[in-house]
């Protein structure tokens, strides 16, 4: 990123940018500086939980209140508009984050500590039952795509848990989610509502039906051929990665900025430099993941949930969105370090 001021055609917000990017850059480096014991790693992971409880109860309440009064004022702060959705009579909620796809990236990490602390027995059995279901209620209502993260996150997690004892299971889980996942990211390329700004139609000929590409491949399309056009150290990191004009079902023309793709975002910032640092990072991460399986260790144990947790809101979510400056995400990746960090060195103790 630093390297891509230096090509920037505004150095100035280039330079400013990368400082919030090395903010974001300390996050992982201050949670590996802190947890150094299996009870530090404990305390962070229920205060994870307690934070996501709160998230939980805004979306019940901003749901209750919605069937109450759906035009009550407070709804303005939890509310987010439809976006690629049809309107109608509906909420879809944000929570008490920027946008609707953010507060989901969140919930999905949050659903694999969650499953990671009961595992463990960290919270116990009704505490466990309630978090689940107050998660599965909120991820619900942001109506996001990364809908499909959700689902398969609880696949791999379904199918390390059930294990060798339950083999059928826990691959008809593994296979349902994966199902899941690829359904909403084909949901994310094509719309069956034919806007006007669409550059061209998709006909699928074994249902004779139309479908127009949906915002999200239009800006992918820009955002490749912004890349292209600069493919070394790119536009600079802060640059507008795409302009893309788009006419959403709500009849509001959008000018959008956005690549809604975190490899195509840094690409066209950043060039093959940053890319190759990018995927350096995530491989890095998966390997720190892998191998699957649930370690006796509870170290071992969060290390795998908080790995998946990472990877899935990175990697699967990071096709339809820009989350490199989503700090849970950060947060993750430490502990996903420090985790593993902890792990190693019981084992050494051992």
């Not at 466990?128 to 696949?155: W, Y």
């Not at 990191?237 to 709500?250: C, H, K, Q």
């Not at 975002?265 to 892998?290: D, E, F, K, N, W």
Request: glycine fraction near 10%; include cysteine.
């Amino acid at each position: 990123m630093a390297v891509s001021v230096v090509a920037s055609d505004d150095p100035l917000r280039s330079a400013l940018k990368l400082v919030t990017q090395i903010y974001l850059l300390s996050i992982p480096i201050l949670v590996c500086s802190i947890v150094r014991d299996e009870a530090t790693l404990r305390s962070i992971v229920r205060w994870w939980l307690v934070g996501t409880a709160v998230v939980a109860v805004v979306a019940i309440a901003s749901l209750l209140l919605f069937a109450a009064a759906a035009d009550h004022p407070l709804l303005n702060y939890t509310r987010y508009r439809f976006g690629t959705l049809s309107p109608g009579n509906y909420p879809r909620l944000r929570l008490t984050f920027l946008n609707a796809n953010l507060a989901c990236n969140y919930l999905t990490v949050s659903l694999m500590m969650l499953m990671a602390a009961r595992h463990l027995n960290w919270v116990g059995r009704m505490p466990f039952l309630v978090l689940l279901t107050g998660i599965m209620v909120a991820a619900a209502t942001t109506i996001s795509p990364g809908l499909g993260g959700i689902g398969l996150a609880l696949g791999l997690w379904l199918w390390l848990l059930l294990g060798a004892q339950h083999r059928v299971a826990g691959r008809l889980a593994l296979a349902g989610g994966a199902l899941l996942a690829l359904i909403f990211v084909a949901a994310m390329a094509v719309t069956p509502i034919l806007h006007p700004t669409a550059p061209f139609l998709i006909r699928v000929p074994i249902f004779d039906v139309q479908l127009a590409p949906s915002g999200r491949l239009m800006i992918w399309i820009d955002a490749a051929r912004n890349f292209l056009a600069e493919p070394l150290l790119g536009r600079g990191i802060g640059s507008d990665a795409v302009t893309v004009r788009f006419l959403d079902p709500s009849g509001n023309l959008q000018r959008l900025t956005d690549a809604h793709n975190v490899f195509l975002s840094i690409a066209v910032q950043c060039g093959l430099v940053g890319l190759a640092s990018l995927l350096a990072l995530v491989t890095h991460a998966t390997g720190r993941t892998m191998p699957l399986g649930l370690p006796q260790s509870a170290a071992g144990v969060i290390r795998i949930a908080v790995g998946l947790g990472f990877l899935n809101g990175f990697v699967y979510h990071g096709l339809g969105g820009a989350y490199e400056d989503a700090r849970h995400l950060w947060f993750a990746l430490g502990l996903l370090l420090a985790s593993a960090r902890l792990e190693r060195d019981e084992g050494r103790a051992d």
